[in-house]
């Protein structure tokens, strides 16, 4: 399997089959401070960002968005 820099996203269309734990378990340590999630029933990956104040976070968020 290639490693997750090399990936290239594509959305996810119906009958897709999902990572195995396996999979999962050797490509989390590619993205590190990301979390193997799991959310009704799910599996997605999570990561938190904090920030010092509301200013900062809403920088970043301008940045991402």
């Given at each position: 399997?290639?490693?997750?820099?090399?990936?290239t996203c594509v959305?996810?269309?119906?009958?897709?089959?999902?990572?195995?734990?396996?999979?999962?378990?050797?490509?989390?340590?590619?993205?590190?401070?990301?979390?193997?999630?799991?959310?009704?029933?799910?599996?997605?990956?999570?990561?938190?960002?904090?920030?010092?104040?509301?200013?900062?976070?809403?920088?970043?968020?301008?940045?991402?968005?």
């Amino acid at each position: 399997m290639a490693g997750l820099t090399q990936a290239t996203c594509v959305p996810c269309r119906g009958g897709v089959p999902t990572l195995t734990d396996e999979e999962i378990a050797e490509l989390l340590p590619e993205v590190p401070d990301w979390q193997a999630v799991e959310v009704d029933g799910v599996r997605r990956l999570r990561r938190e960002f904090r920030f010092k104040d509301f200013r900062t976070a809403l920088d970043f968020a301008v940045r991402v968005g």
